[in-house]
């Protein structure tokens, strides 16, 4: 930590961080979108929905967000690793 202040100062401790919380915005939009959609088509009940259907969304919509947003992840590590010129 002494290293990162000494060569950046406290921007160096947010190198990265808004390519980060523009990964945030449309990876949540997604899996709460996902979720819904997922939800309503394998519950028989939608007013009664058990623990193992809302666990089996959660688990698919989870994937799939992840799968769609890993391009983003990838930006946002090498925006975190890329050198100052």
């Not at 523009?22 to 028989?44: G, M, N, Q, R, W």
Request: charged share 25%.
């Amino acid at each position: 930590m002494h290293n990162v202040y000494d060569k950046h100062g406290i921007k160096g401790f947010l190198k990265g961080n808004g390519a980060n919380c523009v990964k945030i915005a449309p990876e949540t939009a997604i899996k709460f979108y996902l979720f819904d959609k997922i939800k309503a088509s394998i519950s028989k009940d939608p007013t009664n929905i058990d623990r193992r259907q809302v666990f089996l969304s959660g688990g698919i919509s989870g994937s799939l967000t992840q799968t769609l947003i890993y391009p983003l992840d990838t930006v946002r590590i090498r925006l975190s690793l890329m050198k100052e010129s």
